[in-house]
């Protein structure tokens, strides 16, 4: 169970706007160059859940990861397929990215 300060403090960090900071590892995705490899995943399929800093690119189907929390309006690059995407807020309130160009 966790502990009910820390929500309060999370709660506080994200008034004040700043955004969460995640430290990414090498998940071992071999379809782009070394140095970005840890900002790729491979989606795991149902079963599968999305942090925070993570969207699925509509496109190939790989999971973009990101250093800080994502919100709606940042854009990110998909290097597997070269899409570049927005992230939305849907109905359901989670992210999802939409095809930019």
Do not use: H
């Not at 008034?15 to 995943?41: C, N």
């Not at 699925?56 to 973009?64: E, G, H, L």
Request: with cysteine; hydrophobic share 35%.
């Amino acid at each position: 169970m966790a502990d009910p300060l820390e929500n309060e403090a999370e709660e506080a960090v994200r008034e004040d706007g700043a955004r969460q900071r995640f430290i990414l590892e090498d998940t071992g995705f071999d379809e782009v160059p070394k140095k970005y490899r840890r900002f790729y995943r491979k989606w795991a399929g149902p079963g599968d859940s999305l942090a925070p800093n993570e969207v699925i690119c509509p496109v190939c189907k790989v999971v973009i990861r990101s250093t800080r929390e994502l919100r709606p309006g940042d854009r990110v690059y998909c290097m597997p397929c070269m899409s570049r995407l927005v992230v939305v807020r849907t109905p359901a309130g989670t992210l999802e990215a939409r095809v930019a160009y």
